[in-house]
């Protein structure tokens, strides 16, 4: 049995993941935390296997607690994956250029335009030329996202969501042969599932994706998961 630790400031955000997770075979939720602060004294008590956690928190966010975590002595640092939806799977891959990691788990990963990068999310979806961009063909040279995945060495799982009005399938394309050079990539699509996955059982199915792939390529991990889903 797989065990893990959730880590996110939002208790409506832990409690779909859990519900997300609860059907998954051989894992099981054994406990939350609330900050990043809370992450050691966590992992101290529970013993988890992997840490799901959240990249943005108010005091500590993930980025910090995952870099004490890979300071532990029984952290292998080897073993650390980023995981992130929509706009989390575009910060998830933008982090590969600063921090060594193993994996990458992007569900229906976004794209914005380089100029805007680092605005608001908010202020980034109401570029009315953006749903335009997205379903154009772009190559590592036009995107820092895309160059940042031409340059990953690691595992990669992307999913997309078969109806996905959001993030369409050439965004999804581009991700894929983006990451070309990396060790492998798992390309999976969640029949008549939309961007949101708001019936469970898309959810379930994308939580037994997760599962399978960490558990394949990571057998024990810590996952950090990025920014909340767009």
């Not at 935390?33 to 005091?59: C, F, N, Q, T, W």
């Not at 979806?125 to 190559?139: C, G, K, S, T, V």
């Amino acid at each position: 049995m797989i065990r893990v630790l959730l880590v996110d400031d939002d208790a409506l955000v832990r409690s779909g993941l859990r519900m997300m997770l609860a059907g998954a075979a051989n894992l099981d939720v054994v406990a939350e935390a609330a900050d990043g602060r809370e992450v050691l004294g966590a992992v101290d008590l529970h013993r988890p296997d992997v840490v799901l956690m959240d990249i943005r928190m108010p005091e500590l966010d993930g980025i910090a607690a995952t870099r004490l975590l890979a300071a532990q002595p029984d952290v292998d640092v080897e073993r650390i994956a980023v995981v992130g939806g929509s706009y989390g799977g575009y910060l998830a891959t933008l982090l590969t250029r600063e921090r060594d990691v193993r994996a990458l788990g992007l569900r229906a990963p976004a794209l914005y335009k380089d100029d805007d990068f680092d605005r608001p999310k908010r202020q980034l979806n109401l570029d009315p030329d953006l749903p335009a961009y997205r379903r154009r063909r772009l190559e590592p040279s036009d995107n820092i996202a895309l160059a940042a995945a031409a340059r990953f060495e690691g595992d990669v799982l992307i999913v997309e969501s078969e109806h996905d009005t959001v993030i369409p399938h050439p965004v999804i394309a581009n991700y894929v042969r983006a990451f070309g050079g990396a060790a492998s990539v798992e390309h999976e699509i969640l029949r008549d599932a939309d961007h949101g996955l708001s019936h469970k059982t898309w959810r379930r199915a994308w939580g037994d994706l997760l599962v399978r792939w960490v558990t394949a390529r990571l057998p024990v991990a810590t996952a950090v998961r990025a920014a909340r889903t767009a």
